[in-house]
């Protein structure tokens, strides 16, 4: 679903906020500029929007089958009771 490009920019921006801890918002802007334009890409793109629209779709579809939301219905059962 995201592109490679995306994922770099997590892991900077991230590493950024540990390493720097309370002076992130000063120290970040440059990884969190870069993320944000990024995500912003990834928002107007219209397929992405049709791609996301259809997996909400076929969720809330289960969702009103069963009644267990999709998060529960992945979680893996226990072996042994």
Do not use: W
Not at 15 to 25: A, E, Q, Y
Not at 40 to 53: G, I, Q, R, S, V
Not at 60 to 80: A, H, M, N, V
Request: positive net charge; aromatic residues 8%.
């Amino acid at each position: 679903m995201y592109c490679v490009q995306s994922t770099i920019q997590v892991i900077d921006f991230t590493k950024c906020c540990k390493d720097s801890g309370v002076l992130m918002v000063v120290k970040c802007r440059k990884e969190n500029s870069a993320l944000k334009e990024c995500l912003t890409a990834h928002y107007n793109d219209p397929t992405f929007y049709e791609e996301c629209k259809m997996e909400y779709l076929k969720e809330r579809e289960e969702f009103r089958k069963t009644g267990i939301p999709t998060k529960k219905r992945l979680q893996k059962l226990p072996t042994s009771m």
